[in-house]
């Protein structure tokens, strides 16, 4: 099934690690939806990634092409987060739509920055995949924890 990350699973080794039957497929955009840290994991005890419904907006990610049995796996990371399917654009091509699937949470009020290292691996992620600069610089001013 392809897998549409947004967050830190664009991190390759992070992807890799959780998921070993994980394939790069392609960099897609997902329109009219907007991305924000607006979840707090209790794994991580920070904010992490999550994206929600707001026309004219656009969300940047990875497809990956996963198995069955590693998305079952990825559901025990994804805490929290409901799967739903949606179609994405490879490499903003509004001609191909391809489904995948999302990870989308409920939206949280109260929610505490992201830490260094979840930053450093969407941002590492958004860069190794060459997703467009504009959208890596968004992700490289959000702002994190401090120690």
């Known amino acids: 099934m392809y897998y549409f990350a947004y967050g830190s699973n664009m991190n390759w080794e992070q992807i890799k690690r959780r998921c070993p039957s994980t394939r790069f497929v392609c960099v897609a955009s997902l329109k009219d939806y907007r991305f ?7 794994l991580r005890n920070c904010g992490t990634a999550n994206i929600f419904a707001d026309m004219g907006s656009e969300v940047w990610g990875a497809v990956y092409d996963v198995s069955d049995q590693d998305l079952i796996i990825l559901d025990g990371f994804e805490d929290g ?67």
């Open 81 to 147: 987060y409901r799967r739903e399917k949606l179609f994405v654009r490879p490499n903003g091509d509004s001609q191909s739509p391809v489904e995948v699937l999302v990870y989308i949470a409920e939206k949280e009020d109260t929610v505490p920055l992201p830490n260094p290292e979840y930053k450093r691996l969407i941002v590492d992620g958004a860069r190794r995949w060459n997703i467009p600069e504009s959208y890596c610089s968004m992700l490289e001013q959000l702002q994190a924890m401090t120690d």
């Open 36 to 42: 924000a840290i607006a979840r707090h994991s209790r």
